[in-house]
């Protein structure tokens, strides 16, 4: 049996990602496709549009076999932290294969990454007043020539750092990304291939036609469908207003990635004369050259979800992987890694295991169910992996155990 893993959002999964899966197929030979997805947020610190069942379902239907989530103590995080999570979770089951989009697939990553101990000892992190990943860029342009700005190539860039930190027995495909650019905002009518930050925006707009061409049956389903978090900013400002009225200063300067005294500064604009309107005025009032639009976001939502450093810390420590969902051929490949598997396999989440190992993904759950209104069924607690059989029938709810 050959597997093939892929990194992956799905927010919300488009036509692109079943192009990404056909071509992981293509460029392998593999018959099973393993997906580490992120959960109920994303690396950027916000909620996913969908919930992770939704969009575990919309992968399974679409030619994923195996849907494994990538907690989120590795999911929100700087790239490297992300790509070092999810290599973790492929090298535990012992995939061999990693296929990835990259704005430039003729790189050798693992070459560039190997220069990066001296590139981080460089002289343009003396300069305190830009991001880490700017100084990061300039001075591994400096010694390799290789300008690390594009998204993709950032990813690959970590994935390849993981790898090698890791010791990983794992190739690295890049693939070159085709028709749409990871920031682009907007797309042609007649393209088939679109960002997905902008189809979230064009969802945002209330243009659903707009979206029809370039994402799956599937999708489309889950949008008239299923809850989702299309304008989370509201009540996510509202929460977040809460949080830094009421903590004290020294409550908020626990919370993971408050460095520098960014909890002064969070608290005094939240509760300034006047105060923000809303969420996007807030983030404007309190990010800096320092800080990345995305870093900050994330800081937002660890604060949100009252994430302390020693809880994250500690997470990191105990990864899991924790299955959404599987085809016939996914559970086939469960049952075959069962006793070499290097980290714990969970399909179902009880209580006990809610406020333990997996407490910061049941906190993230609970967020993301009041961030799309959504008090219905739970996110982790008695919910079970999906089934899609090879009928592409859902057997979402049902007992699946792995035999």
Same mark, same amino acid.
């Given at each position: 049996?050959?597997?093939?893993?892929?990194?992956?959002?799905?927010?919300?999964?488009?036509?692109?990602?079943?192009?990404?899966?056909?071509?992981?197929?293509a /460029?392998?030979?593999?018959?099973?496709?393993?997906? /580490?997805?992120?959960?109920?947020?994303?690396?950027?610190?916000?909620?996913?549009?969908?919930?992770?069942?939704?969009?575990?379902?919309? *992968?399974l239907?679409?030619?994923?076999?195996?849907?494994?989530?990538?907690?989120?103590?590795?999911a929100?995080?700087?790239? &490297?932290?992300?790509?070092?999570?999810?290599?973790?979770?492929?090298s535990?089951?012992?995939?061999?294969?990693?296929?990835?989009?990259?704005?430039?697939?003729?790189?050798?990553?693992?070459?560039?990454?190997?220069?990066?101990?001296?590139?981080?000892?460089?002289? *343009?992190?003396?300069e305190?007043?830009?991001?880490?990943?700017?100084?990061?860029?300039?001075?591994?342009?400096?010694e390799?020539?290789?300008?690390?700005?594009d998204?993709?190539?950032?990813?690959?860039?970590?994935?390849?750092?993981?790898?090698?930190?890791?010791?990983a027995?794992?190739?690295?495909?890049?693939?070159?990304?085709?028709a749409?650019?990871?920031?682009?905002?907007?797309?042609?009518?007649?393209?088939?291939? *679109?960002?997905?930050?902008?189809?979230?925006?064009?969802?945002? @707009?209330?243009?659903?036609?707009?979206?029809?061409?370039?994402?799956?049956?599937?999708?489309?389903?889950?949008?008239?469908?299923?809850?989702?978090?299309?304008?989370?900013? +509201?009540?996510?400002?509202?929460?977040?207003?809460?949080?830094?009225?009421?903590?004290?200063?020294?409550?908020?300067?626990?919370?993971?990635?408050?460095?520098?005294?960014?909890?002064?500064?969070?608290?005094?604009?939240?509760l300034?004369?006047?105060?923000?309107?809303?969420?996007?005025?807030?983030?404007?009032?309190? +990010?800096?050259?320092?800080?990345?639009?995305?870093?900050?976001?994330?800081?937002?939502?660890?604060?949100?979800?009252?994430?302390?450093?020693?809880?994250?810390?500690?997470?990191?420590?105990?990864?899991?992987?924790?299955?959404?969902?599987?085809?016939?051929?996914?559970?086939?490949?469960?049952?075959?890694? @069962?006793?070499?598997?290097?980290?714990?396999?969970i399909? +179902?989440?009880?209580?006990?295991?809610a406020?333990?190992?997996?407490?910061?993904?049941?906190k993230?759950?609970?967020?993301?169910?009041?961030? *799309?209104?959504?008090?219905?069924?739970?996110?982790?607690?008695?919910?079970?992996?999906? &089934?899609?059989?090879?009928?592409?029938?859902?057997?979402?709810?049902?007992?699946?155990?792995?035999?």
């Amino acid at each position: 049996m050959k597997v093939v893993g892929l990194v992956t959002e799905y927010n919300p999964f488009h036509n692109g990602h079943r192009y990404h899966i056909q071509q992981a197929k293509a /460029v392998t030979g593999a018959d099973v496709v393993v997906a /580490v997805m992120s959960g109920n947020f994303v690396q950027r610190g916000e909620p996913a549009l969908f919930d992770k069942w939704t969009r575990a379902q919309t *992968a399974l239907e679409n030619g994923v076999d195996l849907v494994i989530e990538l907690p989120t103590f590795y999911a929100v995080q700087p790239s &490297h932290i992300f790509a070092e999570g999810a290599v973790r979770l492929l090298s535990a089951m012992g995939i061999k294969d990693m296929v990835f989009g990259s704005e430039h697939a003729d790189v050798d990553f693992l070459k560039l990454a190997e220069q990066a101990p001296s590139v981080e000892n460089g002289h *343009a992190f003396q300069e305190k007043n830009q991001t880490f990943a700017h100084a990061y860029a300039t001075q591994l342009a400096e010694e390799t020539g290789f300008v690390l700005e594009d998204p993709n190539d950032i990813l690959a860039f970590g994935y390849a750092k993981a790898v090698i930190k890791l010791g990983a027995d794992m190739t690295l495909h890049p693939i070159q990304r085709v028709a749409a650019g990871y920031h682009d905002q907007s797309f042609a009518d007649d393209q088939t291939i *679109a960002s997905a930050s902008s189809i979230r925006l064009a969802l945002h @707009k209330g243009k659903l036609e707009k979206v029809q061409g370039v994402v799956p049956e599937a999708t489309l389903q889950a949008i008239a469908e299923a809850p989702h978090t299309i304008a989370f900013e +509201k009540p996510f400002w509202q929460l977040l207003q809460y949080r830094l009225m009421t903590d004290t200063i020294g409550q908020l300067g626990q919370v993971y990635q408050m460095a520098e005294g960014l909890e002064h500064r969070l608290a005094a604009v939240a509760l300034g004369e006047p105060g923000p309107k809303n969420y996007q005025s807030f983030i404007k009032s309190v +990010k800096s050259k320092r800080y990345t639009f995305a870093r900050m976001q994330r800081t937002l939502l660890y604060t949100l979800l009252n994430i302390k450093v020693d809880q994250m810390q500690a997470a990191m420590q105990d990864p899991y992987l924790r299955i959404l969902g599987f085809t016939d051929a996914g559970q086939h490949f469960l049952n075959q890694i @069962k006793k070499t598997v290097t980290l714990p396999l969970i399909s +179902k989440v009880d209580q006990n295991l809610a406020k333990a190992n997996l407490r910061l993904d049941y906190k993230a759950g609970k967020i993301w169910q009041l961030l *799309a209104n959504e008090p219905g069924q739970q996110q982790d607690v008695t919910r079970q992996p999906i &089934h899609v059989t090879g009928q592409k029938r859902s057997d979402r709810g049902e007992t699946n155990e792995i035999s």
